[in-house]
């Protein structure tokens, strides 16, 4: 099958092209820096002519309230595009419970992206995954002060970024869902054990300071971000992951 992966130099996009063609299908990736702009559509026709699929695992430069018309413009270009080149199937990457987050701007625009895809013309896929391990770092980046790291006890229940690419390139060959496929990690943390397992693992000299307003996560009620129990639970367990990663 010939698959266009949109973002696909990005962190899931370029380890999901390397997948898809280990398991002898034509991926091709498309970014900006392959010469194709999803916000201005610069590009995006010719790069979908023949696919039989395409996936969506672009990201918006901003977590804050532009991400929603980044994700509103880049998925109305993307179902046009697909619907004039044939591609029969659309497959996009969301958040597990980003629907019962409402406070939170870039949530907001994931589930408005959902939307578009949801009532657009073609057949579509929509998995959702938790927070990438790969993630942590940037997390604990946001509220660092280089001594400390401040974070709240929010439930995440993070996913290796290696499983989300399995689970993006298996559905990219498989018939369309017309739904969402919610995939999660085994095991759940509050995030301020989660840094604190991290730096811990790394021999990171800095606390971790539990701060109930800080950072994105401060805003997600309850268990809104843990998978429920129809989601597919993925193998790799962070600690694991932790044991045999570089700092
Ligand atoms: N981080 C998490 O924990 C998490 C959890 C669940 C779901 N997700 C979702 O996973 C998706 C992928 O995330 P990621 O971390 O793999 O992203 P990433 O590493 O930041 O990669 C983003 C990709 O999008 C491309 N891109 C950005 N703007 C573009 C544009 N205007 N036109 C074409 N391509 C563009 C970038 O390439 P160029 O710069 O060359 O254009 C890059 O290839 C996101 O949609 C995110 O919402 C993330």
């Given at each position: 099958m010939k698959i266009a992966v949109l973002g696909g130099t990005g962190l899931i996009g370029s380890r999901a092209v390397e997948d898809l063609k280990a398991a002898g299908h034509e991926a091709v990736p498309l970014s900006r820096s392959t010469g194709v702009d999803l916000l201005t559509g610069e590009g995006l026709g010719p790069a979908l002519e023949g696919a039989d699929a395409v996936v969506d695992v672009t990201n918006s430069?901003?977590?804050?309230?532009?991400s929603a018309a980044f994700f509103r413009t880049t998925t109305d270009h993307l179902l046009t595009a697909a619907r004039e080149q044939g591609v029969g199937h659309v497959v996009v990457l969301s958040i597990v419970g980003a629907d019962r987050v409402p406070d939170l701007d870039y949530y907001r625009a994931k589930v408005l992206q959902e939307d578009v895809v949801k009532a657009g013309p073609v057949p579509y896929s929509i998995v959702r995954a938790t927070?990438?391990?790969?993630?942590v770092d940037d997390i604990m980046s946001w509220t660092s002060d280089g001594e400390t790291v401040r974070l709240p006890s929010t439930r995440l229940q993070p996913i290796a970024a290696a499983d989300v690419v399995r689970t993006v390139a298996e559905v990219a060959v498989t018939?369309?869902?017309q739904g969402t496929l919610d995939i999660a990690g085994a095991d759940v943390y509050p995030l301020d054990e989660l840094g604190r397992i991290t730096l811990d693992a790394r021999g990171d000299q800095r606390a971790v300071v539990t701060d109930?307003?800080?950072?994105?996560?401060?805003?997600?009620?309850?268990?809104?971000?843990i998978a429920g129990p129809d989601a597919r639970i993925t193998p790799t367990r962070y600690r694991d992951w932790l044991a045999v990663r570089p700092a």
């Open positions: 430069p901003t977590f804050d309230e532009a927070q990438f391990f790969e993630f018939p369309p869902l109930h307003t800080a950072g994105m996560f401060s805003a997600v009620p309850g268990d809104a971000i």
